[in-house]
């Protein structure tokens, strides 16, 4: 049996599939705007399986980093075609950062070979009264606003990037699974870079698994992994001493970056006094090509 610091780890692996990534850097006057900018973008958008498109926030950008000497956010906004994520950028960038005050959006993925033309389909909005122009040798709009004028980078990057990496916290209780999700949130956000957790605060209580056992859905209710069915179903994967499990998921720019957060947030997590396992979401290699092993995450023999 796997262990880490005294806590059982299920020999599994989170299974993870590609989607294509964008990736935006909002900046604004003060911090507050920028994040204020960054949350209302990646609203509604924690799974894919109902959402309109994956997407959080990956971190705050100092002003000596940004193109326009503003404290800037990173945020990532996933999808499964090009075409949608186009959308969705234009959507998100369009209605939840143009519309609040003092920001601008440029390009966190210069050197990708993809292409979106975001801003130039936004321009559009000045109503012909737009303006081309370069900021920090980018190429911009200058978009005039109520408020005085909205600058977007002409077009952003998309890269193949890597969705779904997970893990399960199995715990005693509610209060010591909670406690220990909320650890591995703020290690990952401390400590990761090139990720997103897309469920609300990073932490995700509703597991899904593909296809349903009675009805006609593309996911329902994670079934194995629900203690108050664990008395009752023949296929339960929760042991008799969990009451609460919680998960963990996790989106990034490549597997490796990915893997890495997995292993800070389960590191966090099994600090917490009452938590009995770390397990991980996978369908037997249906679901996605990638895989990411607990065992070579934490690096255990």
Request: net charge positive.
């Given at each position: 049996m796997l262990r880490y610091n005294g806590v059982e780890i299920e020999d599994t692996f989170a299974e993870m599939f590609p989607m294509w990534a964008g990736r935006i850097l909002i900046t604004a006057d003060n911090e507050k705007w920028a994040l204020t900018a960054a949350r209302t973008a990646t609203g509604f958008a924690a799974s894919i399986i109902m959402s309109p498109a994956?997407?959080?926030?990956?971190?705050?950008?100092?002003?000596?980093?940004?193109?326009?000497?503003?404290?800037?956010?990173?945020?990532?906004?996933?999808?499964?075609?090009?075409?949608?994520?186009?959308?969705?950028?234009?959507?998100?960038?369009?209605?939840?950062?143009?519309?609040?005050?003092?920001?601008?959006?440029?390009?966190?993925?210069?050197?990708?070979?993809?292409?979106?033309?975001?801003?130039?389909?936004?321009?559009?909005?000045?109503?012909g009264f737009q303006k081309r122009d370069t900021v920090a040798g980018r190429k911009v709009?200058?978009?005039?606003?109520?408020?005085?004028?909205?600058?977007?980078?002409?077009?952003?990057?998309?890269i193949m990037a890597?969705?779904?990496?997970?893990?399960?916290?199995?715990?005693?209780?509610?209060k010591a699974g909670f406690q220990a999700a909320e650890e591995a949130v703020e290690a990952i956000s401390q400590k990761a870079q090139g990720v997103i957790m897309?469920?609300?605060?990073?932490?995700?209580?509703?597991?899904?698994?593909?296809?349903?056992?009675?009805?006609?859905?593309?996911?329902?209710?994670?079934?194995?992994?629900?203690?108050?069915?664990?008395?009752?179903?023949?296929?339960?994967?929760?042991?008799?001493?969990?009451?609460?499990?919680?998960?963990?998921?996790?989106?990034?720019?490549?597997?490796?970056?990915?893997?890495?957060a997995m292993a800070e947030g389960i590191k966090a997590a099994v600090k917490v006094p009452g938590v009995v396992k770390i397990s991980a979401g996978n369908f037997g290699g249906k679901l996605g090509p990638f895989r990411a092993y607990l065992k070579e995450v934490l690096e255990l023999e």
């Open positions: 994956e997407a959080g926030i990956e971190g705050m950008v100092q002003p000596n980093k940004t193109p326009d000497g503003r404290v800037g956010m990173l945020i990532q906004i996933y999808h499964t075609t090009r075409r949608d994520l186009k959308t969705q950028m234009s959507l998100r960038i369009g209605q939840c950062i143009m519309t609040c005050p003092t920001t601008a959006a440029f390009d966190a993925l210069p050197e990708a070979k993809r292409r979106l033309k975001v801003g130039r389909s936004l321009r559009l909005f000045g109503d709009w200058r978009i005039p606003v109520m408020e005085g004028e909205f600058i977007v980078e002409d077009n952003f990057g998309a890597v969705a779904s990496g997970n893990f399960l916290i199995l715990a005693e209780s509610q897309p469920f609300p605060g990073g932490i995700c209580r509703s597991g899904s698994k593909v296809g349903s056992m009675k009805y006609k859905l593309a996911a329902s209710t994670n079934h194995p992994f629900c203690p108050k069915l664990k008395k009752i179903l023949p296929d339960s994967q929760v042991p008799e001493n969990v009451n609460s499990v919680y998960e963990i998921v996790i989106n990034g720019l490549n597997s490796k970056v990915v893997k890495g």
